[in-house]
Nanobody, 121 residues
Framework: QVQLVESGGGLVQAGGSLRLSCAAS????????MRWYRQAPGKQREMVAT???????NYAESVKGRFTISRDSALKLVYLQMNNLKPDDTAVYYC???????????????WGQGIQVTVSS
């Protein structure tokens, strides 16, 4: 059973910082891209940041210069450092990964349950 578990969310004032973490289960054999998405109330889920297995990153325009995605491939972890948070960053944040459970398995997109980030003004 593949699992992605997010942690580190919470309530923070505007201008503050949070660091989200996502741990992939040990049953995963290999991971390609890892990503963070978010969904605000009444809005569609949107990409926040992605990182490839080689460390290439991509960010939504709205978070460039404020958020940093990183990963520890050996430990199957991905992080999202969020600085200078704004009320518009309030959303449920989801961790995702393209992963395979063995060398013979198909590559599948997995998602975590999501974690709430609330930024007060």
């Amino acid at each position: 059973q593949v699992q992605l578990v997010e942690s580190g969310g919470g309530l923070v004032q505007a201008g503050g910082s949070l660091r989200l973490s996502c741990a992939a289960s040990a049953s995963i054999w290999s991971i390609n891209d890892m990503r963070w998405y978010r969904q605000a109330p009444g809005k569609q889920r949107e990409m926040v940041a992605t990182i490839t297995s080689t460390g290439r990153t991509n960010y939504a325009e709205s978070v460039k210069g404020r958020f940093t995605i990183s990963r520890d491939s050996a430990l199957k972890l991905v992080y999202l450092q969020m600085n200078n948070l704004k009320p518009d960053d309030t959303a449920v944040y989801y961790c995702g990964a393209e992963a395979a459970q063995s060398r013979f398995s198909a590559w599948v997109d997995y998602w975590g349950q999501g974690i709430q980030v609330t930024v007060s003004s």
